[in-house]
């Protein structure tokens, strides 16, 4: 396929992922300010948007602000979020995070991808999460679905969330990205599953190579 066939292609699914999804950019993870979707964020590492959503409401009935994260008794931490998995790594992170915050950044969840990644527990998937959401600053979340509806599409070949991520970065416009992370989760969760996709209810189906290529 050549560059401008790429790019109608790619230009194509984008309208219909609009249509079918719209363009509102919103955050499958419950929040009410940046410290909280940071905090969120990291419970979300191999564990749903639902649980997480389920577990953070006493988390910061508990823990009211980052301050108090920043002192909290980790054993306690760990019996709160205990059902997202990994729970005892999260708490240590989330505690350790708090203070890098705290006594690094005035108290304020930083906004540059070097500075996020700087914090325990925050790779490239949680602080574009926070870029995205938070800052509106253009950026793109390979997460499960993002990884295996980008691959079935064609958009990529790779299989490292970072190398896909700027895979993507590179053939999807900017204004694109942040609700091309929205669109494809939802898509994935509704139609593109793994490992049964809904193949013959997709919109995208004509345009998928995994679709073209099973036919």
């Given at each position: 396929?050549?560059?401008?066939?790429?790019?109608?292609k790619i230009a194509k699914i984008l309208n219909l992922l609009d249509e079918h999804y719209g363009i509102d950019?919103?955050?499958?993870?419950?929040?009410?300010?940046?410290?909280q979707l940071l905090v969120a964020t990291i419970l979300s590492a191999q564990c749903?948007?639902?649980?997480?959503?389920?577990?953070?409401?006493n988390l910061f009935a508990r823990y009211k602000n980052m301050s108090e994260l920043a002192e909290a008794n980790q054993l306690e931490l760990e019996e709160i979020i205990r059902t997202t998995g990994f729970f005892r790594s999260k708490?240590?992170?989330?505690?350790?995070?708090?203070?890098?915050?705290?006594?690094?950044?005035?108290g304020e969840v930083p906004q540059t991808i070097e500075d996020?990644?700087?914090?325990?527990?925050?790779?490239?998937?949680?602080a574009n999460v926070i870029r995205g959401n938070i800052y509106r600053?253009?950026?793109?979340?390979?997460?499960?679905?993002?990884k295996r509806v980008s691959r079935r599409l064609?958009?990529?070949?790779?299989?490292?969330?970072?190398k896909i991520e700027f895979d993507l970065m590179k053939i999807l416009p900017k204004e694109n990205w942040i609700r091309y992370n929205i669109q494809i989760i939802t898509h994935g969760r509704a139609i593109c599953k793994a490992p049964?996709?809904?193949?013959?209810?997709?919109?995208?189906?004509e345009e998928c190579e995994y679709y073209c290529e099973g036919k």
């Open positions: 396929m050549d560059n401008k066939m790429k790019k109608t950019v919103y955050c499958f993870l419950d929040h009410e300010n940046p410290w749903t948007d639902a649980r997480v959503n389920i577990v953070t409401p708490a240590k992170n989330i505690i350790a995070s708090s203070r890098l915050i705290r006594d690094n950044f005035n996020l990644i700087s914090l325990p527990g925050v790779g490239r998937k949680t600053d253009p950026s793109i979340v390979v997460d499960t679905h993002v064609g958009f990529t070949k790779e299989n490292d969330p970072v049964t996709p809904k193949c013959e209810s997709c919109f995208l189906r």
